[in-house]
């Protein structure tokens, strides 16, 4: 009897063991195919749903490249600025003590915040780029839903200096004008998204670290300018004076290295400081975007074609009468009676009528052609967007060819003018101006893009070019030049005058007492560093140009000989122009005795040694082959000393020996 | 006869166990290894910010620098409080201490010309044009 109950006990343990095995196997199978069914049928479409929940990109923020100057000293920059934002029905939540002293902490018109209330949206900008003290006064009054956000701002370190010429940032960091919308792309920098999950507490937790090159990638480039700080302070605060004491309307200042093109100095007056809120005609780069009638500095180029064509000989005269000279039912007038003048006479004293007569044994069309080859008449090639061509046009008369070759009838730029003038002080070679030196990768240091001298054309031959600026020592230092008030104590300086009328829209004609008056000049005339260009818009009481823009021209022209290290010159004052023997201004007909010219400094055989510093090589050892001098070479790079120095004269073949070191 | 069954009893105990102590084992370090990346990403993003705002204040000490290197507000600062005012005209010239600072440069027996920068002047900045930085007088 008990074995049979036992019996039976173990079948039903057995049993139980059994459903409670079965009732697992059951629950795991079911879980299983759960599994089964979330991870693997429906596993995409919940990991897409997931990460819309969680997944966020973590955006960083592009920085702005610097602009520097030359030397590496920064004119523009860019750091985070607070940014004061709100959404618009908390604004309307504030009462009304909030709402006050919050436009008091921004300076705001409560009128301006009950506004922005109103917008429709869930973000409002309530003032962007603020001081720190006005975000930290917001933050201290704890107002919900009115937060501080940091924004890239744009600094202008420099304020006014090179202002028209650095350009500036629209609200959104975009360049707008001048070198910060020409170089936008490179500026910019560009965004790196970095994936991220956001959390219970909506912190980011990052997926993966940042690529190595990402910086790079945020950092704009740095845009190095051919421009020098200390030249272009001293530039703006004498052109600056000028203006004032002139009560002109404006004025602009060029400077450049006749060697390479460099711009070294762009000036204007007035200003204005790209930091503050601007408008108007202030913004505008008028020395390389606005045209003008230049004047009397184009008789320069006049000369030059007519010496060029062989049309001209110094020692030709020319009938300037008494000051009144009937050109096809017009009368051209000379500030002065000059009488019977030789070419260098004309340019010293800047008869138009001698001008006028060059001009028509030049002819219409070689006239033209000069001054085409001069670079008028066609963009200079900057990068500065909408840069004109200015205007050359083929003359259609008498009178317009006569006004032609003292620069009325025509337009151009004074960057155009300028680079003209350093054409002749570089032996007669146009080059490109260079406005920025190069772009720079603000990480790695690579230079991404180089400027470097790039001569556009032959504009005169080296003969003419030496004998022109001959003659232009002749308008500084000579007795009767116009431009003695631009005489240098210890340089020799070639200049040139002129004061133009301007054209009247409303009356469409010339202004009875509206001018444009400039100087054109470089220094030191016989191994030239420095090509300056003055123009002074709208003088009132004393216009010519010999009186206010030449003494700027002579201010701003000893600032850079002093900084360059020029020595002054150690020769006695250049002797003046070659005359004839007969007298000047003596009866009219008796034709002049026939003079070999003159050469530049030197004996025939004999040559002056030019300046060559900061050239490349290739450069220099041209400029030493077109003179019949060797060039011997040490090192790389650019030209940093030479043997014998710039202005010694030695006989042709000798060898001049360069030191080369990287630009750095 | 037990004790040769225990043996056999331990055996079938420990292959089972063992085999789900290797599989525990495994999802324990599976959720520890998911963890560590999370904390790693939290600390990557802390980095991050902590990169940005050391990047923000280098670039606003870098705008102060150029701010306080301003030549206009060297000269105003050297005119108002130093005293300081711009030469004569002629009252400097450049080169003829400057010939003794140039010196002679490479081997070729000859004094090279190297054009340095103008004498020290009553000025706030003297920048050399063409050549870079201004070089200091050679020793």
């Keep these: ?664 | 006869m037990s004790a040769r069954r225990e043996p056999r009893a331990l055996g079938v105990v420990l292959r089972p166990t063992a085999l789900v102590a290797a599989l525990a084992a495994v999802g324990v370090f599976h959720v520890w290894s998911h963890t560590r990346v999370t904390a790693a990403g939290y600390r990557l993003g802390e980095l991050q910010r902590e990169q940005e705002a050391l990047r923000a204040e280098h670039d606003r000490l870098e705008v102060e620098v150029a701010t306080l290197r301003a030549p206009g507000r060297l000269e105003a600062f050297a005119r108002a409080r130093l005293r300081m005012a711009p030469p004569a005209p002629g009252a400097v010239v450049a080169g003829r201490a400057g010939e003794a600072a140039a010196g002679e440069v490479g081997g070729w027996g000859v004094a090279f010309h190297r054009p340095a920068p103008a004498e020290p002047v009553v000025q706030a900045r003297v920048v050399a044009l063409g050549a870079g930085r201004a070089r200091p007088p050679a020793e």
């Design chain 1, 1 to 664: 009897m008990a074995t049979g109950k036992g019996e039976g006990q173990a079948r039903w343990i057995a049993l139980r063991i059994a459903l409670v095995a079965l009732l697992f196997a059951s629950g795991s199978v079911a879980v299983a195919a759960r599994a089964v069914r979330l991870q693997i049928l429906q596993g995409p479409q919940l990991a897409r749903h997931g990460d819309g929940q969680w997944r966020r990109f973590v955006e960083l923020r592009p920085r702005r490249g610097l602009i520097k100057d030359r030397n590496g000293e920064t004119l523009a920059a860019s750091a985070d600025a607070p940014s004061i934002a709100a959404s618009p029905s908390a604004l309307q939540h504030l009462s009304r003590g909030e709402a006050r002293a919050l436009a008091r902490a921004l300076a705001l018109d409560p009128g301006t915040l009950a506004r922005k209330a109103q917008r429709e949206g869930h973000f409002v900008w309530l003032k962007r780029r603020v001081a720190p003290d006005e975000a930290r006064a917001v933050e201290d009054l704890g107002l919900e839903g009115v937060g501080v956000f940091l924004e890239p701002r744009r600094y202008y370190t420099s304020k006014n200096l090179a202002a028209q010429l650095v350009g500036f940032v629209g609200d959104d960091g975009e360049g707008l004008e001048g070198i910060e919308r020409a170089y936008d792309d490179a500026l910019q920098g560009g965004s790196v998204r970095l994936p991220s999950l956001l959390d219970a507490r909506g912190r980011a937790v990052l997926d993966e670290a940042p690529a190595a090159d990402s910086q790079a990638v945020l950092s704009g480039a740095t845009v190095e300018l051919a421009l020098d700080v200390g030249l272009q302070l001293a530039a703006e605060q004498a052109l600056g004076r000028a203006v004032r004491e002139a009560h002109a309307a404006g004025g602009m200042l060029v400077a450049m290295d006749p060697r390479t093109g460099e711009v070294l100095a762009l000036a204007h007056a007035p200003t204005f400081n790209p930091n503050l809120p601007r408008s108007g005609n202030l913004l505008r780069d008028k020395a390389v975007l606005d045209t003008f009638e230049p004047g009397s500095t184009f008789k320069l180029f006049t000369v030059a074609g007519a010496l060029d064509a062989g049309v001209l000989r110094p020692d030709d005269r020319f009938d300037c009468g008494q000051g009144a000279y009937p050109v096809g039912g017009n009368v051209i007038h000379d500030h002065k009676a000059v009488g019977w003048a030789t070419p260098a006479r004309i340019l010293a004293e800047s008869s138009n009528i001698g001008a006028a007569k060059i001009a028509a044994r030049l002819g219409r069309d070689r006239l033209q052609k000069t001054l085409l080859a001069f670079g008028f008449g066609e963009k200079s090639g900057t990068e500065l967007p909408g840069e004109p061509r200015g205007m050359v046009p083929l003359p259609r008369s008498e009178i317009a060819l006569a006004t032609m070759a003292f620069g009325q009838g025509v337009a151009a730029t004074p960057l155009q003018i300028t680079s003209a003038v350093s054409a002749i002080a570089n032996g007669g070679m146009l080059y490109r101006p260079i406005l920025v030196r190069r772009v720079v990768d603000a990480t790695t240091g690579a230079i991404l893009a180089e400027n470097d001298p790039t001569p556009v054309r032959r504009a005169v031959s080296r003969a003419s070019a030496s004998l022109i600026t001959q003659w232009m020592e002749g308008v500084v230092d000579g007795p009767d030049g116009t431009g003695r008030r631009a005489h240098l104590d210890g340089w020799r300086v070639a200049g040139k005058t002129g004061t133009a009328q301007k054209a009247d829209p409303v009356t469409r004609r010339y202004s009875v007492d509206k001018r444009f008056s400039s100087f054109v000049g470089f220094a030191p005339a016989e191994a030239p560093r420095i090509a300056l260009g003055v123009f002074i818009d709208e003088p009132r009481g004393d216009v010519y140009g010999g009186e206010v823009a030449a003494p700027v021209f002579r201010e701003v022209a000893e600032y850079a000989l002093k900084s360059l290290g020029v020595r002054p010159t150690e020769a006695e004052a250049a002797p003046p122009p070659a005359e004839p023997a007969a007298a000047l201004a003596e009866a009219p007909g008796a034709p002049a005795i026939d003079d070999d010219p003159p050469s530049r400094s030197a004996p025939a055989g004999e040559v002056a040694v030019p300046a060559l510093q900061g050239l490349p090589a290739r450069f220099a050892l041209r400029e030493l082959e077109a003179l019949a001098l060797a060039g011997e070479i040490q090192g790389s790079g650019r030209v940093a000393a030479q043997a014998p120095r710039p202005g010694e004269v030695v006989e042709r073949g000798t060898r001049v020996r360069l030191v080369l070191a990287p630009r750095r």
